[in-house]
């Protein structure tokens, strides 16, 4: 009969054990990995879903950035489509203008249509000449023709903004030069606009060295060189 060796079957035991302790012990890091990279999984997706999110609304910004900016389709950016708006009012108070100074020959119209370039879509200004029947680009005026149509668009831009903005008052106006190019006619019919505002309780200062203002003028401030020497005098009566 063949008796167990009782320390080999101790150390077997030991050895079982120890790869038990092992196996556990692995078992055991193993689990915590797990749980770690589970916790880490569920990071990324929460930042994933928030880059996702910030993505989309950067997205919806950027094309709405787009349209107010006109830059896409053929529309005309928001601030544009605004001052476009503001400026048929301006034109419209700038024609009653025209219609006076002109003998109601010309009127402005405003350019709207789709153009290949944007940039001054919805800004651009034609003239209509009731003479010729049709609109002409604004570069065709002549100097004195110029001269009358930015001085209606000025009486009407301060017009517009006393009218649309309460409790500002433009209470002054100065325009410099450019009536040398009118003939009397013209001239006569811009001086009577002129005196028209200023009975409304608007002054209107005029810088010019045509003559002619001399004689309709009753207050004015008169600059005059000598060798090289300029004096200022003031003069309220002819």
């Given at each position: 009969?063949?008796?167990?060796n009782?320390?080999?079957?101790?150390?077997i035991?030991?050895?079982?054990?120890?790869?038990?302790?092992?196996?556990?012990?692995?078992l055991?890091?193993?689990?915590?990995?797990l749980?770690?990279n589970?916790?880490?999984?569920?990071?990324?997706?929460?930042?994933?879903?928030?880059?996702?999110?910030?993505?989309e609304l950067?997205e919806r910004?950027?094309?709405?950035?787009?349209v107010?900016?006109?830059?896409?389709?053929?529309?005309?950016?928001?601030?544009?489509?605004?001052?476009a708006?503001?400026?048929?009012?301006?034109?419209?108070?700038a024609n009653?203008h025209?219609?006076?100074?002109?003998?109601?020959?010309?009127?402005?119209?405003l350019d709207?249509?789709?153009?290949?370039?944007?940039k001054?879509?919805g800004?651009?200004?034609?003239?209509y000449?009731?003479?010729?029947?049709?609109?002409?680009?604004?570069?065709?005026l002549?100097?004195?023709?110029s001269?009358?149509?930015?001085?209606?668009?000025?009486?009407?831009?301060?017009?517009?903004?006393?009218?649309?903005?309460?409790?500002?008052?433009?209470?002054?106006?100065?325009?410099d030069?450019?009536?040398?190019?009118?003939?009397?006619?013209?001239?006569?019919?811009?001086?009577?606009?002129?005196?028209?505002?200023?009975?409304?309780?608007?002054?209107?200062?005029?810088?010019?060295?045509?003559?002619?203002?001399?004689e309709?003028?009753?207050?004015?401030?008169?600059?005059?060189?000598?060798?090289?020497?300029?004096?200022?005098?003031?003069?309220?009566?002819?």
């Amino acid at each position: 009969k063949i008796r167990p060796n009782i320390e080999e079957m101790k150390q077997i035991q030991r050895d079982e054990q120890e790869r038990h302790r092992r196996a556990k012990e692995f078992l055991q890091q193993s689990d915590n990995l797990l749980n770690k990279n589970k916790e880490c999984r569920r990071k990324a997706e929460k930042v994933w879903k928030n880059s996702k999110e910030k993505l989309e609304l950067a997205e919806r910004k950027q094309s709405l950035y787009n349209v107010l900016r006109g830059q896409k389709g053929i529309a005309p950016g928001f601030s544009r489509f605004v001052l476009a708006n503001y400026f048929r009012s301006v034109i419209e108070v700038a024609n009653i203008h025209l219609d006076k100074l002109t003998g109601g020959r010309y009127n402005l119209v405003l350019d709207d249509t789709a153009k290949a370039n944007l940039k001054n879509m919805g800004l651009e200004l034609d003239v209509y000449d009731d003479n010729a029947g049709v609109n002409r680009p604004v570069h065709t005026l002549s100097g004195g023709e110029s001269f009358i149509f930015s001085l209606s668009l000025a009486m009407a831009l301060g017009e517009v903004i006393q009218e649309r903005n309460g409790g500002i008052s433009i209470e002054a106006m100065f325009i410099d030069e450019g009536f040398g190019t009118l003939d009397d006619e013209r001239l006569q019919s811009v001086l009577s606009a002129l005196q028209s505002l200023e009975n409304n309780n608007r002054m209107i200062g005029i810088i010019s060295h045509v003559d002619k203002f001399k004689e309709q003028i009753p207050a004015q401030i008169q600059v005059t060189s000598k060798e090289g020497i300029s004096t200022i005098g003031y003069q309220t009566e002819f």
